[in-house]
């Protein structure tokens, strides 16, 4: 597929790379002839991703590197080093994920919420704050954030995940008007999209529970399938959506 797949000639940068949803979208974004550049920061986990995702795809150009992501000077370096090294950005996919849950609401640690609150949120802020210049010069720019249905309805032990889900939907949403008015009176040429699942399932959270049913979960595969599609779509009905992968609860 590599050279004449629905992205040939896209660069498509990945944070949280490194796991089982990162893996996918790795090679599929690949596959799809996209060049991809992926970030996590863990190295031995990140260049195992990126091999697979290189032979997965027969030889795409797909690299790696050790970005710390709470930085937000560490990102902005990443996004400068990638379009200087191929020229341009055409996507940045946000996979870095995290949960921490409680059995009541009174029972909600507030470190819980100073965890998530850097992996779901700082680190939605620093990949769109770095790389949204180059992903506006792109004629097919995208931002694609991975939410959960639990932002829309959040559960009582699950309050500081769900808040943090929902404000880093919240900030996507404003990325996706600073597109839109950048985009002028022609309509935006670049959007940003938040992609919703109840949940994530991959090949070895079955091996590991064989009669679980994990009923709504998006396969990991799936959501790649999913992250592709964004820009299948014209800018203008992507941007700013909520593009649900599961039933809206």
Do not use: C
Not at 3 to 16: D, E, K, R, S
Not at 62 to 91: I, P
Not at 230 to 239: E, G, K, L, R
């Amino acid at each position: 597929m590599v050279g004449n797949g629905a992205l040939n000639g896209a660069v498509i940068a990945v944070a949280g790379a490194g796991g089982p949803a990162g893996r996918a979208a790795l090679r599929r974004l690949a596959e799809a002839g996209a060049t991809v550049v992926g970030a996590d920061n863990d190295p031995e986990r990140l260049a195992e991703a990126v091999d697979a995702a290189r032979y997965a795809s027969g030889g795409a150009t797909v690299t790696g590197e050790t970005v710390d992501l709470l930085d937000l000077e560490s990102t902005r370096d990443w996004a400068l080093r990638t379009e200087k090294e191929f020229g341009r950005v055409d996507g940045l996919v946000h996979l870095v994920g995290g949960w921490r849950g409680s059995e009541t609401f009174i029972k909600t640690s507030l470190d819980d919420w100073d965890f998530l609150e850097l992996l779901l949120i700082r680190t939605v802020q620093h990949t769109s704050l770095a790389f949204f210049e180059a992903l506006q010069r792109s004629d097919r720019g995208r931002y694609v954030l991975i939410s959960a249905a639990g932002a829309t309805k959040p559960t009582a032990g699950n309050a500081s995940y769900a808040a943090a889900k929902a404000a880093a939907e919240a900030w996507t949403l404003a990325l996706a008007d600073a597109f839109r008015k950048a985009g002028g009176p022609e309509g935006p040429t670049s959007a940003a999209a938040i992609l919703v699942v109840k949940a994530l399932v991959h090949d070895a959270m079955r091996a590991d529970r064989p009669n679980a049913k994990f009923a709504g979960f998006t396969d990991v595969h799936d959501l790649a399938d999913a992250v592709v599609g964004v820009w299948d779509q014209p800018a203008a009905d992507v941007n700013g959506k909520r593009l649900w992968l599961t039933e809206k609860p």
